[in-house]
């Protein structure tokens, strides 16, 4: 199993700013996937973070938008970069194990105003 | 590409009813099935599995069986109580191109009632 750590937990930031969120494992793992679920909907996949690489996004996610990082095997960071309204969600670090389980921080809670 | 499709909530029972909660897919290839649950407050975090047709997944009274005929997962629990009450996601991975990725369906909310 893996236990995450994400930070902030939550946060109201103003429009046209960026928020940096950090997630930090306690297990060295490969691959990390950020997520993102908008007020009342599913999770949707933003881009997963190999160490060592760059990051790969989905569709309809830029990096620009949404830089990663991944310095090393346990921890990863999100930037949200000039933030609008349509932005505010529950972004969520992901890790999965060697039997396909994944594991979820307790998500960051992320208004814009 | 993959898609995972549950049936819309909220769902709301009696304590002690008898639960159902729908969920088909589309996939190409053979992935893993999984049920994720939120509770108010938290994080997801895993309820059961199944990694192969006619698996049976099982936890905390819910149960659910990866049917490959019917391409469904559909989740079950025979009495219900009210600290089930929370948001449930049905989940598939997806293998392809070496990554590990899940797809989610819209999540149902579940409530129930004394």
């Known amino acids: 199993s893996a236990v995450i750590s994400q930070k902030p937990s939550r946060d109201i930031c103003q429009r046209g700013t960026s928020l940096t969120i950090q997630c930090q494992v306690d297990?060295?793992?490969?691959?990390m996937f950020w997520y993102r679920q908008q007020p009342g909907q599913s999770l949707t996949l933003i881009a997963t973070?190999?160490?060592?690489?760059?990051?790969?996004?989905e569709s309809g996610f830029v990096i620009d938008k949404f830089p990663i990082s991944r310095p090393n095997l346990t921890f990863s960071t999100l930037t949200v970069s000039n933030m609008s309204p349509e932005d505010s969600s529950i972004y969520l670090c992901?890790?999965?194990?060697?039997?396909?389980?994944?594991?979820f921080g307790q998500g960051t809670r992320l208004t814009v105003v | 590409g993959n898609s995972v499709t549950q049936m819309e909530g909220p769902v709301t029972l009696s304590e002690e009813a008898f639960l159902t909660i729908n969920c088909t897919y589309t996939?190409?290839?053979?992935?893993?099935l999984f049920w994720y649950v939120q509770y108010p407050g938290e994080g997801l975090q895993l309820l059961l599995k199944?990694?192969?047709?006619?698996d049976k997944g099982s936890n905390k009274g819910f149960e659910a069986t990866y049917r490959k005929e019917t391409t469904s997962f559909h989740l079950e629990k025979g009495s219900v109580q009210v600290s089930d009450s929370a948001v449930y996601f049905c989940?598939?991975?997806?293998?392809?191109?070496?990554?590990?990725?899940?797809?989610f369906g819209t999540g149902t909310q579940l409530k129930v009632e004394l």
């Open positions: 992901s890790v999965t194990d060697l039997y396909t389980e994944a594991f």
């Open positions: 297990s060295q793992v490969t691959m």
């Open positions: 973070a190999n160490q060592g690489s760059e990051a790969t996004y």
């Open positions: 996939a190409t290839g053979y992935p893993s």
């Open positions: 199944a990694t192969k047709a006619d």
């Open positions: 989940a598939l991975n997806d293998l392809t191109g070496g990554g590990n990725k899940l797809t």
